[in-house]
């Protein structure tokens, strides 16, 4: 049993979902189901009219707490308006439903669940995803304007000729710092030494290294044997930093700046040399070894990582030196502007790789009821203080490709990931509408 709230990271198009037709009845003769009083509650609970603790088990709000609760609720009103009633329910068993909340702003879809004993309280509640009432490009667009710091994203159809043509864009030509969209390099170059017969996804190798913030790999011992496509679906399912190390190590840097030039990028010195994470870790936590990095040209820059290369090891990262806001974020960093990133998907949806368009599949970023308006929908996404990018290689049920991507840098302040993939699940959602 579910025991969680998630805020839906994705908003939907201007026309929302068909209603269900069974919505609850109320009748003054016939008593209402637990499960239906439960539902009709809803809106005032997330209006803050009904105490969570009369609402929902205490296992629940053992896992999400009140104080949770009550900040989602907010974000909630204060993004789509108050929640007025509940517009649609289907069944999912005896104690749960599929249902749509209304809100002065969006239809919301959730998933509910009561206890199967007295008194029945909801033991499981899952925001999926928000319809944005009478949403376009051209509101979307001007969201983007408003972003403080710098915004950029692009929406390209890809015909069957692999031509590419503008559905949406702003600041398409910018470069911005990606945080781990970069790993996207990393994959295409893996898919071409697979297909040109140089490796084979079942090799092989030992991890050997750790890196910083990597969730899949944590406390694994560095020998482990791991095969390429389990280090490449760690790498982008859930951007494991140690994983990426790992591929970076097998393929080569060299190869992988290869692959970047041969896709094409608007801005190579930007780009180049192309650090691992761990380099990028050590280079912000270290300002004096940072200036030294800054100051030189591409080659002493090169020079650097090779002579000195025990001071950019994983033990040299100084967790205190990399602050809690944006470090150095518009000089190391991995870059490429919304264009270069759209050549990147259409170069990997070229490929044609099944194996990598599986990998790119198994997080799609957004929240299932945005996900399922697509044949197929992969994605990359990577963030840190004061930068985030999300992008999206997706197909429509009609069979159209597109490639959605778009980043938002502040060298001030940390931005705000969840408005940001608000705008980039309504892009998404959009065009799946269109």
């Given at each position: 049993?579910?025991?969680?709230?998630?805020?839906?990271?994705?908003?939907?198009?201007?026309?929302?979902?068909?209603?269900?037709?069974?919505?609850?009845?109320?009748?003054?003769?016939?008593?209402?189901?637990?499960?239906?009083?439960?539902?009709?509650?809803?809106?005032?609970?997330?209006?803050?009219?009904?105490?969570?603790?009369?609402?929902?088990?205490?296992?629940?709000?053992?896992?999400?707490?009140?104080?949770?609760?009550?900040?989602?609720?907010?974000?909630?009103?204060?993004?789509?308006?108050?929640?007025?009633?509940?517009?649609?329910?289907?069944?999912?068993?005896?104690?749960?439903?599929?249902?749509?909340?209304?809100?002065?702003?969006?239809?919301?879809?959730?998933?509910?669940?009561?206890?199967?004993?007295?008194?029945?309280?909801?033991?499981?509640?899952?925001?999926?995803?928000?319809?944005?009432?009478?949403?376009?490009?051209?509101?979307?667009?001007?969201?983007?304007?408003?972003?403080?710091?710098?915004?950029?994203?692009?929406?390209?159809?890809?015909?069957?000729?692999?031509?590419?043509?503008?559905?949406?864009?702003?600041?398409?030509?910018?470069?911005?710092?990606?945080?781990?969209?970069?790993?996207?390099?990393?994959?295409?170059?893996?898919?071409?030494?697979?297909?040109?017969?140089?490796r084979s996804w079942s090799d092989v190798v030992p991890i050997l290294a750790n890196s910083h913030s990597s969730n899949a790999t944590v406390n694994w011992p560095r020998t482990t044997p791991v095969t390429l496509q389990t280090l490449a679906t760690w790498m982008i399912s859930s951007s494991d930093n140690t994983a990426t190390d790992a591929l970076m190590r097998v393929?080569?840097?060299?190869?992988?700046?290869?692959?970047?030039?041969?896709?094409?990028?608007?801005?190579?010195?930007?780009?180049?040399?192309?650090?691992?994470?761990?380099e990028v870790f050590v280079l912000k936590s270290n300002a004096e070894l940072r200036k030294r990095f800054e100051n030189a040209s591409e080659a002493e820059q090169r020079n650097l990582l090779a002579k000195e290369a025990t001071a950019f090891g994983f033990e040299k990262i100084d967790p205190s030196g990399l602050g809690s806001g944006p470090v150095a974020i518009d000089r190391i960093e991995w870059f490429a502007s919304p264009a270069d990133i759209g050549n990147l998907l259409r170069n990997i949806r070229q490929t044609g790789n099944q194996t990598m368009l599986d990998i790119m599949a198994v997080n799609k970023g957004v929240a299932p009821v945005s996900a399922e308006k697509w044949q197929y929908l992969g994605f990359k996404g990577g963030s840190e203080p004061g930068v985030i990018s999300m992008s999206f290689l997706a197909q429509s049920k009609a069979g159209e490709w597109y490639t959605i991507t778009g980043s938002w840098n502040d060298i001030s302040k940390d931005v705000d990931n969840m408005v940001f993939a608000s705008l980039m699940g309504r892009l998404l959602d959009s065009v799946a509408g269109q």
């Amino acid at each position: 049993m579910k025991l969680l709230l998630a805020l839906s990271l994705a908003l939907s198009s201007a026309c929302a979902s068909p209603i269900l037709a069974n919505t609850p009845a109320k009748s003054d003769n016939v008593p209402m189901k637990p499960l239906d009083q439960r539902i009709e509650q809803l809106p005032a609970v997330l209006s803050g009219l009904v105490k969570y603790e009369e609402y929902f088990s205490p296992t629940f709000l053992a896992a999400v707490p009140p104080a949770q609760l009550k900040a989602l609720s907010d974000q909630f009103i204060a993004q789509y308006g108050k929640p007025e009633k509940i517009i649609a329910v289907e069944m999912q068993g005896t104690n749960g439903a599929t249902i749509k909340i209304e809100f002065e702003k969006a239809i919301a879809t959730a998933l509910i669940t009561v206890e199967s004993g007295s008194p029945q309280k909801v033991v499981g509640l899952l925001i999926t995803g928000f319809d944005l009432k009478g949403d376009t490009l051209a509101k979307i667009d001007a969201a983007f304007a408003e972003l403080p710091g710098k915004a950029g994203y692009l929406v390209e159809k890809i015909d069957a000729s692999g031509q590419r043509s503008q559905v949406a864009g702003r600041a398409t030509g910018q470069q911005f710092a990606i945080a781990s969209t970069f790993k996207l390099y990393i994959l295409a170059e893996l898919a071409s030494q697979i297909q040109a017969g140089r490796r084979s996804w079942s090799d092989v190798v030992p991890i050997l290294a750790n890196s910083h913030s990597s969730n899949a790999t944590v406390n694994w011992p560095r020998t482990t044997p791991v095969t390429l496509q389990t280090l490449a679906t760690w790498m982008i399912s859930s951007s494991d930093n140690t994983a990426t190390d790992a591929l970076m190590r097998v393929l080569g840097r060299d190869a992988v700046e290869q692959k970047l030039a041969a896709i094409g990028h608007s801005d190579p010195d930007k780009a180049l040399p192309m650090l691992n994470t761990v380099e990028v870790f050590v280079l912000k936590s270290n300002a004096e070894l940072r200036k030294r990095f800054e100051n030189a040209s591409e080659a002493e820059q090169r020079n650097l990582l090779a002579k000195e290369a025990t001071a950019f090891g994983f033990e040299k990262i100084d967790p205190s030196g990399l602050g809690s806001g944006p470090v150095a974020i518009d000089r190391i960093e991995w870059f490429a502007s919304p264009a270069d990133i759209g050549n990147l998907l259409r170069n990997i949806r070229q490929t044609g790789n099944q194996t990598m368009l599986d990998i790119m599949a198994v997080n799609k970023g957004v929240a299932p009821v945005s996900a399922e308006k697509w044949q197929y929908l992969g994605f990359k996404g990577g963030s840190e203080p004061g930068v985030i990018s999300m992008s999206f290689l997706a197909q429509s049920k009609a069979g159209e490709w597109y490639t959605i991507t778009g980043s938002w840098n502040d060298i001030s302040k940390d931005v705000d990931n969840m408005v940001f993939a608000s705008l980039m699940g309504r892009l998404l959602d959009s065009v799946a509408g269109q």
